[in-house]
């Protein structure tokens, strides 16, 4: 008993020893992705309390307090929520702590970037503290977390559209005729993917004998935004190009098929998983991959978009020059810590707390799947319409982007 209390107390030590070493290794330079790692930790522990905590919280009367005890679906689905809360709660705080940061003499650059033990106590309290509140506060955030994943959608749409237009403005710069023949490939290609996998996507979505009407109606209007985008994009008064308007067909044709295989696998018309009522376990774990890649991509891609995060504008450097002269090295320190902050810390957190009730419903279905669909990630008919309403705001906002300039030209744009 004694040498096993010893060992206890051996590995604890050393896995203090080790949280503290990693902790004091992250620098200015990789915080953004620390604040990933900690985002995707936030997931796996949802994603592992999903399949293991339901017989667990069975037990908790403030939160199995019904007359009937609910399905084993809706605990798991509590406790993904309950875990996305203090996540939520987490990052909303540092984004509010963090309003107003211009440059790195604040105070605060220093809580954004360091105090990693405390932030990660914090998190970690937070969390646990989330399965002591109450089901209605719960539910309350789950018709919230709706709202706020349609926001977390909006900003991805924003981000792809800056991305795009920068690729076309870069390669269009070098002005050589190897990087125009490039730009012609890459969209011919896009358009040619584009229309192979809408005729896949008929194929898949509107099989015979089935009235499909609606899967139809999805694909068939993704092709007219992707058509009424190339005609704007290539107009004679429009500054287009052709490169930008491939890529974003190409993106709206990808989040039909995404919002079509999202559809429950009962579904007549979900011709993709007719024969496959259940999903390995190795289907889930890519699914979940490709979820917190993308989730961590944004709010990083985010974190970097001088267009949308850049802080207000700094004095002019000289506006507040010391009366008397300092010596070269206080000098020089005083110029580090005057350097204005290259994003927007307030909106970095931001964009966190918005992925966290995005990847709570991605988790949950939504929070309307069932029976065998509890089980599956990312199915139901809110992840349905969520998807293909985002495909057609990306071509409006795309389209927007290109018509609003001759609309109002005395504007910038």
């Known amino acids: 008993m004694w040498a096993a209390s010893c060992l206890a107390s051996c590995c604890a030590a050393c896995a203090c020893d080790a949280c503290r070493t990693v902790v004091s290794g992250i620098s200015r330079r990789s915080a953004r992705i620390a604040y990933c ?12 309390l999903r399949e293991v905590a339901a017989p667990l919280m069975e037990k908790l009367p403030w939160i199995n307090n019904f007359h009937h005890t609910p399905s084993r679906e809706w605990f798991e689905t509590d406790a993904v929520l309950r875990v996305s ?21 604040d105070p605060r650059d ?11 106590i ?68 896009c358009y040619g993917a584009t229309f192979v996998f809408s005729g896949l996507l008929f194929h898949w979505f509107t099989p015979s004998g089935h009235d499909c009407g609606l899967n139809t109606f999805f694909i068939v209007m993704t092709l007219i935004s992707v058509f009424v985008s190339a005609v704007v994009a290539l ?20 989040l039909c098929y995404s919002a079509l295989a999202s559809e429950p696998r009962e579904y007549e018309c979900n ?62 320190e005083e110029k580090e810590k005057a350097k204005p902050v290259t994003y927007s810390y307030s909106f970095f957190h931001l964009i966190f707390s918005l992925a966290s009730m995005y990847s709570a419903m991605l988790l949950t279905g939504w929070s309307t799947s069932v029976g065998e669909s509890g089980r599956l990630v990312d199915v139901g008919w809110p992840s349905v319409w969520v998807r293909i309403v985002t495909g057609w705001a990306t071509a409006a906002l795309y389209i927007w982007s290109l018509a609003a300039p001759i609309l109002f030209p005395e504007r910038e744009f």
């Open 110 to 120: 220093g809580l954004h970037h360091g105090g990693w033990m405390m932030k990660i």
């Open 271 to 332: 011709g993709l998983h007719k024969h496959s009522k259940a999903v390995s376990t190795g289907t889930l774990t890519l699914g979940l991959l490709t979820t917190v890649l993308s989730v961590v991509y944004s709010a990083v891609r985010a974190g970097s978009s001088t267009t949308l995060l850049s802080p207000p504008s700094s004095p002019r450097a000289g506006a507040g020059k010391p009366l008397l002269p300092l010596d070269k090295v206080e000098e020089h």
């Open 85 to 105: 809360l203090g996540n939520f709660l987490f990052f909303t705080i540092l984004a509010i702590l963090m309003v107003g940061v211009k440059n790195q003499r």
């Open 122 to 189: 914090c998190w970690c309290l937070l969390v646990i503290f989330m399965f002591f509140l109450p089901n209605e506060i719960i539910n309350f955030y789950e018709t919230s977390s709706k709202f706020g994943s349609g926001l977390f959608l909006l900003v991805q749409v924003v981000l792809l559209l800056d991305f795009v237009h920068r690729w076309n403005d870069t390669w269009v710069g070098y002005d050589e005729q190897f990087w125009y023949i490039a730009l012609f490939v890459v969209s011919l290609f």
């Open 235 to 254: 107009h004679p008064t429009v500054s287009g190009s052709i490169l930008p308007a491939s890529i974003i067909s190409l993106y709206c044709t990808y």
């Open 37 to 48: 790692g900690l985002f995707a930790l936030s997931l796996i522990v949802s994603w592992i």
